[in-house]
């Protein structure tokens, strides 16, 4: 007998090690393979080695997990491959800041090998805490297989992609604008930088015309100090309020440099004055204005960003900020600012040093990503690779098609070193060892001669962009790689579209072939959830205060309903907004199914054997068996969509409100009734039904499905073991049209007495008498067959047939039938009476107030978007209340 209550905290941990110890995550079950099973592959989106679960992995890892099962349970070959990314700025400064915190010597001061030994020591210790966070999500990963992007087959795969694609000529170094880290002192991706809006000024300077006394140019900038680095000015060519400048030249205050004044499609003739300040060496855009031009880069920070020796000797040394106040008291003083706005614009702070991030002109290595895209453009183009949803795809492309050089090169100490030795002239050799490099510079010295390896790392995007292959045993020719390559489904958020994404597609097309020699694309389907939001629609952040740990709601309501919330709240191109008692409702739910199982046990119900669900005779049996083959079509349909949503609506439907608000209160009475063949049809048809049902929530909801299955309670017509490696139901002519109709018939006439019931106001122990009027004798003789159900589940103390609706009575209509139930010393009219009109003026004042604050134009310009949603959904709601009071008061004055 099942428990009285369903615990997850003590089923979860003992099944997942139950799961694990026999096997069932492993890829390449030899069985299966020996069966010609279809493999079927999904690589893990890699968390970092430094992190901890969080609600987005919580959904990425549920899709992945639901995937997986499914398509175990459908007899492939699943691989589930894991593994973690070495996250380098991110794990560097978790090691930096533990040396800080016990006194110990710095990174510099211990020296490179002694570090990056302590950041391993480090990894063994306290990574990966997130490994263990996604077991108890459920995730049946093969952690047999798992994988880090810094272990030795990994970064073989690194410096294999290096080399060659450097003597392909797609790896070259450039000096380029970063986003450089002065903090950290390293350039750091986009996606590492947060734009933070802000309110600051807008400084507006003259720049005097060359030759041309009195005569001025005004720029604006909200960055002062960078105009000691200016090159040029920018017009638009057809703006004619400077049509004879453009050749000309400025002269440029503080520093006496004279620059030229070019025309551009740059410069906005409605911004300001409409023309624009140019300094290369600082901001991306100017950057391109320059190289249009040919305009000189003047690099005035150093990595730390102070000012350099390319500013005036007044200027050197200084801070940036302090160089800003610096520049505008002389601009003041000299007379040359014209006015100071107020602007409100956003400022890029570095996300781990949380230091203003600033452009900077330094040599890098880069990636030809604009080569290399132009394939992977194709792919998506010609439906090799597709996107759920596909407004997706149009994202892709635009980033694609305006791809810029990739950035390769961190100056960091924790990563993947970059394959580069320098000679005593600068050349550079690059090579899979130092020696190979040493022959290269023999070669072209004529002696040998010392070398220095470059000491920046690679971009962790670099690693990760080979994840589907290198984690299979590329460069190696694996039997996985031959098996599993291409992978099948990539689950991931649409903010590493193309930090990811589209990396991988271009890494996977230029080293992967498939058999017939062509380019091979890593994935066939690329699958964007979307963002988990708080209950009000924000974003979850730490400074709001709204941050829902995935881990606390796991403790609380178990793994199931987490997983199972986020699964129903997963629409294809909607945010989730996530409250608690949403994942409380969904414990609920497993709790409903726990409680129907344990009656189908107390009441014996086992499948007989030889037990055939397209055989069975009873109305009830005959219904619930096609009901089980329709939502099964359903919930295959939804997953093989990616519409998970849909999946989950379909079976908690099924269970909560047909299999047990309906099929299990139909058959109560037959079930406690005399033995025989109808008894022992409807308990093995419950029995069966129920094992139909853990089957298909088992991807959903693994742990309280697999303990009712290995309990012993469910499964027994079915092979033995564990549920997650039983077979995925395949139903077919269960349906019956028949037993459909008259159980749908039966249950809108009890659904019908009981709703018009509650209008009433009738107490739930009172039975009424029910009068059948104006039906046909077929029709009379339905409702005499179901009287003992409906008696019982509607609570009628009678039922009689009438020509026409006696006085006294409030009737409902059906379609061949009017239902009369007399309320005389049932109700007191007058009071209901009273009652109903209360509540309509209550409802009618409520209507009012809300539609009086939604007309107010203040409230919904200046209220935030969530409080808005909320009055108009309260809005909403009062308005069908309301039209289910006056309904409900007709329906009693008719009576009356």
Known sequence: MLDNKYQPADIEPRLYKIWEESGAFKGGNPERVAQGATPYCIVIPPPNVTGSLHMGHALNNTVQDILIRFERMRGKDVLWQPGMDHAGIATQMVVERQLMENQEPSRRDMGREAFIERVWDWKSESGGRIINQLRRLGASCDWSRERFTMDQGLSDAVLKVFVALYREGLIYKDKRLVNWDPKLLTAISDLEVNNVDANGHLWHFKYPIEGEDDRFITVATTRPETMLG?????????????????????????????????????????????????????????????????????NIFDEHAHLNENVPEKYRSLERFEAREQVVRD????????????????????????????????????????????????????????????????TYYEWMRNIQPWCISRQLWWGHQIPAWYGPDGDVFVAHDEDEARAQAREKYGHAVELNRDEDVLDTWFSSALWPFSTLGWPEQTDELKRYYKTDVLVTGFDIIFFWVARMMMMGLHFMKDEDGKPEVPFHTVYIHALVRDENGQKMSKSKGNVIDPL??????????????????????????????????????????????????????????????RTVQGTENRWIAGEVERTLAQVTQAIEGHKYNEAAGALYRFIWHVFCDW??????????GADGPQRQETRSTAAWVLEQIVVMLHPFMPYITEELWSNGEVGSSAAPGLLINAAWPQLEGLQSKD?????????????????????????????????????????????????????????????????????????????????AMPMAGVIDFDSENARLEKEITKAEAEIGKLNAKLADESFVSRAPGHVVATQRERLSDAETLLEKLEAALIRLKSAA
């Open 552 to 613: 606390d709601l796991i403790d609380q309501f178990g793994a199931d309903a987490l997983r199972f919330t986020l699964a129903a709240m997963a629409a294809q191109g909607r945010d989730i907004k996530l409250a608690t008692s949403r994942v409380e409702g969904y414990r609920n739910f497993a709790t409903k199914l726990w409680n129907a199982a344990r009656f189908c046990s107390m009441n014996e119900c086992v499948v007989a054997k030889g037990f055939d669900p």
């Open 230 to 298: 200016d090159s040029g000015v920018a017009v638009h060519p057809d703006d004619g309020r400077y049509a004879d400048l453009i050749g000309k030249n400025a002269v440029l205050p503080l520093v006496g440099r004279v620059i030229p004044i070019v025309a551009d499609a740059y410069a906005d003739p409605e911004q300001g004055s409409g023309a624009v300040k140019i300094t290369p060496a600082h901001d991306f855009n100017d950057f391109e204005v320059g190289r249009r031009h040919d305009l000189e880069l003047i």
């Open 663 to 672: 099929y299990l209160e139909l058959i109560k009475p037959v079930l406690s």
């Open 331 to 394: 601009m003041e003083a000299a007379g040359l600012v014209e006015k100071i706005d107020d602007h409100a614009h956003t400022i890029p702070y570095g996300d781990r040093s949380n230091v203003v991030i600033e452009p900077w002109l330094t040599d890098q290595w880069y990636v030809d990503a604009k080569t290399l895209a132009e394939p992977a453009i194709v792919a998506v183009e010609s439906g090799q690779t597709q996107f759920v949803p596909k407004n997706w795809e149009k």
């Open 739 to 819: 037993a459909e109709m008259e159980i749908e018939w039966l249950i809108n006439a009890i659904t019908e007495i009981r709703s018009v019931r509650a209008e009433m106001n009738v107490p739930a122990g009172a039975k009424v008498p029910l009068v059948v009027c104006g039906a046909e004798p077929e029709v009379n003789a339905r409702f005499e067959k179901w009287q003992p159900t409906m008696a019982r589940l509607a609570r009628l103390d009678s039922l009689t047939y009438a020509a026409s609706v006696p006085k006294g009575a409030v009737q409902s209509v059906m379609d061949d039938a009017t239902l």
